[in-house]
T-cell receptor
Framework: GENVEQHPSTLSVQEGDSAVIKCTYSDSASNYFPWYKQELGKRPQLIID?????GEKKDQRIAVTLNKTAKHFSLHITETQPEDSAVYFCAAHREGTYKYIFGTGTRLKVLA | GAVVSQHPSWVICKSGTSVKIECRSLDFQATTMFWYRQFPKQSLMLMATSNEGSKATYEQGVEKDKFLINHASLTLSTLTVTSAHPEDSSFYIC???????????FGPGTRLTVL
């Protein structure tokens, strides 16, 4: 079935360093890839997304890259800050459906 | 942006009782809504797709007789956990799609604790 693998499951970085989280999807019909940040007990918040016709997108300290051939997409956070600490989920959306398949999540800790 | 609300935000109930959770789209209509369950330190798992005016579609392994879904109007879907047990304790989140099929708006979640 469809699945999205996400790595690493936990990530600790020093404040100011960069963090990279990687996802791999299985459904070649996926065409939209959002990234969510979730703080404890809160709803997932969309932080950036990318569509399959684009290879890279950047929004200030956050960027996402997509390699459609390899079915990989990655989240890059530069100049990390303690408030970036949270759980991050990637997701893949299949064209023509409403369904999201979520990755397993990455717990990011930014150490001050 | 679009807003989705959930009620209650948290609930504690005794084993064997039923609990109803509401999901509302506040400023837009949603013919489809989604119910997710999230156990501690785990990902969001889609439970079912709620369809206004028709039966819900359940994911494999989700008991439709235990998790009753009713999409009463274009702005309200309800999830009823029947005969709740401690293993049903979880964070339940709903979502509704926007005008395009790829965007989704998440509710704030409901934390259910079954004693």
């Amino acid at each position: 079935g469809e699945n999205v693998e996400q790595h690493p499951s936990t990530l600790s970085v020093q404040e100011g360093d960069s963090a990279v989280i990687k996802c791999t999807y299985s459904d070649s019909a996926s065409n939209y890839f959002p990234w969510y940040k979730q703080e404890l007990g809160k709803r997932p918040q969309l932080i950036i997304d990318i569509r399959s016709n684009v290879g890279e997108k950047k929004d200030q300290r956050i960027a996402v890259t997509l390699n459609k051939t390899a079915k990989h997409f990655s989240l890059h956070i530069t100049e990390t800050q303690p408030e970036d600490s949270a759980v991050y989920f990637c997701a893949a959306h299949r064209e023509g459906t409403y369904k999201y398949i979520f990755g397993t999540g990455t717990r990011l800790k930014v150490l001050a | 942006g679009a807003v989705v609300s959930q009620h209650p935000s948290w609930v504690i109930c005794k084993s064997g009782t039923s609990v109803k959770i509401e999901c509302r789209s506040l400023d837009f209509q949603a013919t489809t809504m989604f119910w997710y369950r999230q156990f501690p330190k785990q990902s969001l798992m889609l439970m079912a797709t709620s369809n206004e005016g028709s039966k819900a579609t359940y994911e494999q392994g989700v008991e439709k007789d235990k998790f009753l879904i009713n999409h009463a109007s274009l702005t309200l879907s309800t999830l009823t956990v029947t005969s709740a047990h401690p293993e049903d304790s979880s964070f339940y989140i709903c979502s509704a799609p926007g005008t395009s099929t790829d965007t989704q708006y998440f509710g704030p979640g409901t934390r259910l604790t079954v004693l």
